[in-house]
Nanobody, 119 residues
């Protein structure tokens, strides 16, 4: 069974940090573009960050630039999201996703991990 499993979510204070991980199982996604999305209550899911298969290309939503860093370890088939200087508005369920190439549709999704930032 193909799975993307997120971990590392939880409760943090504003100004604090969390590190999310997303590990693949059931098949390899080491050559895929990987990304993080998030969905806050009552809002649509939004893009957070993406990284190319080599790690040489990254993209971030304006709202997280300078605070969040996406990275990957292809040997572990895992993508990470280091979140620093957290804000209340970062509270959301965070999802990882994969796409077969940069700019392609994300067609595999994890179940999500809750991040709650207290003000």
């Amino acid at each position: 069974q193909v799975q993307l499993v997120e971990s590392g979510g939880g409760l943090a204070q504003a100004g604090g940090s969390l590190r999310l991980s997303c590990a693949a199982s059931g098949r390899s996604f080491s050559s895929y573009t990987k990304a993080w999305f998030r969905q806050a209550p009552g809002r649509e899911r939004e893009f957070v960050a993406a990284i190319s298969w080599s790690g040489g290309r990254t993209d971030y939503a304006d709202s997280v630039k300078g605070r969040f860093t996406i990275s990957r370890d292809n040997a572990k088939d895992t993508v990470y999201l280091q979140m620093n200087s957290l804000k209340y508005e970062d509270t959301a369920v965070y999802y990882c996703a994969t796409a077969p190439g940069w700019g392609r549709e994300y067609n595999h999704w994890g179940q999500g991990t809750q991040v709650t930032v207290s003000s």
